[in-house]
Antibody, heavy 113, light 110 residues
Framework: QLVETGGKLIQPGGSLRLSCAASGFIVSSNFMSWVRQAPGKGLEWVSVIYRSGDTYYADSVKGRFTISRDNSKNTLYLQMNSLRVEDTAVYYC?????????WGQGTTVTVSS | NFILTQPHSVSESPGKTVTISCTGSSGSLASNYVQWYQQRPGSAPVIVISENNLRPSGVPDRFSGSIDSSSNSASLTISGLKTEDEADYYCQSYDGTNRVFGGGTKLTVL
């Protein structure tokens, strides 16, 4: 199970950290991704962290977002800086096994002045 | 950039069979796995097909996936349509280390 928290209304240019607490499996033993969905739009992959700790980002967030994990808390994070209106979305964390086989319920980030 | 193209919407009657396509913009879709996700309104996506044609536990055998190398496309076929299958469906593959989603297809069962 995955439970995301941290979403809220925030002004453009602000920073926010999303958390994703996992249960039933070990975050560091899996590839973990963040996927977002803007209102009324499709799914957009944001970032992935590999078992090795290697990280990769979509061009739209590169240099602004950072994915990380805390092995002691079995939790995945997404640090979001320099937020833009177009970052407004529901953010899902996912476990990658055979595809993205476990999804959280999502947390809503609204970037607006 | 690698793009996956899906039809915006499809509709079919209960009991019938529908196929949703997913076409890659370049390269070979067959060289990377394709996944399919179902998303009902107000809910998180759920995987229905992994690695081109594998059905995760709990997914009915009415759902099947395939790859057509000649057209650089993947397909999701749902047979014996039920009203509960009405949802948005997304294909997903890879562009190097990046994950790529198709734009999604709204399936209406009427």
């Amino acid at each position: 199970q995955l439970v995301e928290t941290g979403g809220k209304l925030i002004q453009p240019g602000g920073s926010l950290r999303l958390s994703c607490a996992a249960s039933g499996f070990i975050v560091s033993s899996n590839f973990m991704s963040w996927v977002r969905q803007a209102p009324g739009k499709g799914l957009e992959w944001v970032s992935v962290i590999y078992r090795s700790g290697d990280t990769y980002y979509a061009d739209s967030v590169k240099g602004r977002f950072t994915i990380s994990r805390d092995n002691s808390k079995n939790t995945l994070y997404l640090q979001m800086n320099s937020l833009r209106v177009e970052d407004t979305a529901v953010y899902y964390c996912t476990k990658e096994g055979l595809g993205m086989d476990v999804w959280g319920q999502g947390t809503t980030v609204t970037v607006s002045s | 950039n690698f793009i996956l193209t899906q039809p915006h919407s499809v509709s079919e009657s209960p009991g019938k069979t529908v196929t949703i396509s997913c076409t890659g913009s370049s390269g070979s879709l067959a060289s990377n796995y394709v996944q399919w996700y179902q998303q009902r309104p107000g809910s998180a996506p759920v995987i229905v097909i992994s690695e081109n044609n594998l059905r995760p536990s709990g997914v009915p055998d009415r759902f099947s996936g395939s790859i057509d190398s000649s057209s650089n496309s993947a397909s999701l076929t749902i047979s014996g349509l039920k009203t509960e299958d009405e949802a948005d469906y997304y294909c997903q593959s890879y562009d190097g280390t990046n994950r790529v989603f198709g734009g999604g297809t709204k399936l209406t069962v009427l």
